[in-house]
């Protein structure tokens, strides 16, 4: 869902961490948020069952001020990995711009790994998207535990076409911005190519100097200084890295039937003690669009799904009027918000039972709105 602002040449970009359940995605989104500058990143919203297992998707901004001579806005999503959430997949994997694989490093892993990476071509695929033309990186993760497949053998079956890789442990953060770092590199790269981004501007003679290189300049911008750094440097296929003293992680059995979660919307951080009260909706939210954004997390998060898909509604409406009079289809087509997922919002008006993933569905919706409103710049003109 690539987007472009020439004039304040900010690119909007939306990267999505994919893999089988338990293989360490949602820690890998944690880990970043830990990492990333607070001026840098909006809140982590995370929805997900009693044991922590992704229920719908996680969510986090996250800004680069500066690559080249654009500022680029990073959505990072993950997907629940387990098997019988695949519409919750295909669903948030629409309009990404690249994927990171996570694969679980273990050898007992290997199966779902494979399955994993099948079940994203053929996603890809009812797209429209061919895998092996598309932005992708692999992240060889739990490489601190003792008993882990060596890097040839995950190359060997999930990385014939050979994608930039790292190995990580994203429990403690190891690799894990590299990982960023490279996908990133390869959306520019990929939107470059296809003249969505504008080529770099030539610089003016007597200019300040620039930072070399993308590399440098995104991990200027994300890293947080204040943090120790993640951990020893990636290593390129030069075989398992050394052993970390960390507890094996215990594989839980696949269920036959979705369990009914207790879910709930939080904010994440290390050093967080309580709940914060902003959600990522209301972090996107600009203008008098705060206060809507604020009214529909909070009832999500006491679990009245209804009225939150009701304030959804009224937020949706009054955000798409900043695209001009008309219809909600005109004014969808005019920021260009997905008008399949706008369809299906519509339908929730109809339902009569309003279940929890409807709720998030809504939320989902309206930050769809706002990251499109932000970076067509609307909300400035209120
Ligand atoms: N040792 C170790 N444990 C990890 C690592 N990454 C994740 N874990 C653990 O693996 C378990 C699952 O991690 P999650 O991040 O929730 O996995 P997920 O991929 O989001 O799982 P789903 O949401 O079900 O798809 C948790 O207990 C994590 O602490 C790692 O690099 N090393
Ligand atoms: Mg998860």
Request: aromatic letters at 6%; hydrophobic letters at 45%; glycine letters at 8%.
């Amino acid at each position: 869902m690539s987007s472009v602002n020439l004039m304040a040449r900010e690119v909007a970009a939306k990267i999505v961490f994919y893999g089988p359940g338990l293989s360490g995605k949602t820690t890998t989104l944690r880990k970043i948020y830990e990492t990333v500058r607070p001026a840098h990143r909006g809140e982590m919203m995370s929805i997900a069952t009693e044991g922590d297992r992704t229920l719908f998707f996680d969510f986090l901004p996250v800004k680069v001020e500066r690559v080249g001579d654009c500022s680029v806005r990073l959505a990072l999503y993950t997907v629940p990995g387990q098997v019988f959430y695949n519409a919750t997949r295909k669903l948030v994997l629409q309009g990404a711009d690249g994927v990171v694989f996570v694969a679980d490093s273990q050898p007992e892993a290997m199966d779902a790994n494979r399955e994993s990476l099948a079940n994203l071509e053929e996603n890809l695929f009812e797209h429209g998207i061919r895998l092996d033309r598309f932005p992708l990186v692999m992240q060889w993760n739990k490489r601190d535990l003792d008993s882990v497949l060596p890097v040839e053998v995950l190359r060997k079956e999930l990385n014939p076409r050979g994608v930039p890789e790292f190995e990580t442990a994203a429990t403690n953060g190891r690799g894990v911005l590299d990982t960023l770092k490279a996908i990133t590199r390869l959306v520019i790269k990929d939107l470059r190519a296809k003249r969505i981004v504008p080529p770099p501007r030539p610089t003016t003679p007597g200019a300040g100097a620039q930072p070399a290189g993308l590399e440098a300049q995104l991990t200027q911008h994300l890293q947080n200084r204040q943090q120790p750094p993640p951990g020893p440097q990636v290593s390129f296929g030069g075989g398992p890295a050394p052993a970390l003293a960390t507890a094996p992680v215990p594989r839980v059995a696949p269920v036959a039937v979705v369990p009914q979660p207790r879910v709930e919307v939080s904010p994440v951080s290390a050093t967080q003690t309580g709940p914060k009260l902003l959600g990522a909706a209301s972090a996107l939210a600009s203008g008098d669009m705060f206060d809507h954004a604020r009214a529909a997390e909070a009832a999500f998060m006491s679990g009245e799904y209804a009225t939150c898909v009701t304030a959804c509604t009224d937020a949706i409406r009054r955000a798409l009027a900043f695209a001009g009079e008309g219809s909600l289809a005109q004014q969808a087509y005019l920021l260009r918000v997905d008008g399949a997922d706008l369809l299906r919002f519509q339908g929730l008006a109809t339902q009569q039972h309003i279940r929890v993933d409807d709720a998030a569905f809504a939320l989902y919706v309206l930050m769809q709105v706002f990251v499109r409103l932000n970076a067509v710049g609307l909300p400035n003109a209120e």
